[in-house]
């Protein structure tokens, strides 16, 4: 499995992106996807994503905020990103489970297959 992040870029504060991950390979491993995010000396940390059964997740600091979307025939998961803050500025990695398991995962170390991450800088 082989997991492409795009669309990360510069934007300013109270403005909005679009990440879109794409899975190619033997896609039928995947379970749940999830996007995780990593700024400088922090540790990963899940943002949103779809489990298995298509139940969403969202951390408290992005909940009203950004809105992940799972398209199981083209293989892709969607952060839409809205409402900007610079304490979202971070590097954004598409991960995806190998298992399924209940209830969704945040752990990275539950996650097998990872993008090479894509970079969001937001400006104040």
């Known amino acids: 499995v082989q997991l492409r992040e795009s669309g990360g870029g510069l934007v300013q504060a109270g403005g909005s992106l679009r990440l879109s991950c794409t899975a190619s390979?033997?896609?039928?491993?995947?379970?749940?996807m999830a996007w995780f995010r990593q700024a400088p000396f922090e540790e990963r940390q899940a943002v949103a994503g779809?489990?298995?059964?298509?139940?969403?997740y969202y951390s408290d600091s992005v909940k009203g905020r950004f809105t992940v979307s799972k398209d199981n025939t083209k293989n892709t998961l969607d952060l839409q990103m809205n409402g900007l803050k610079p304490d979202d500025t971070a590097g954004y990695y598409c991960?995806?489970?190998?298992?399924?398991?209940?209830?969704?995962?945040?752990?990275?170390?539950?996650?097998?297959?990872w993008g090479r991450g894509t970079q969001v800088t937001v400006s104040s």
């Open positions: 390979g033997l896609t039928d491993n995947i379970y749940d």
């Open positions: 991960a995806a489970t190998a298992t399924a398991s209940r209830g969704f995962v945040t752990r990275p170390q539950s996650y097998v297959y």
């Open positions: 779809v489990d298995y059964h298509g139940n969403t």
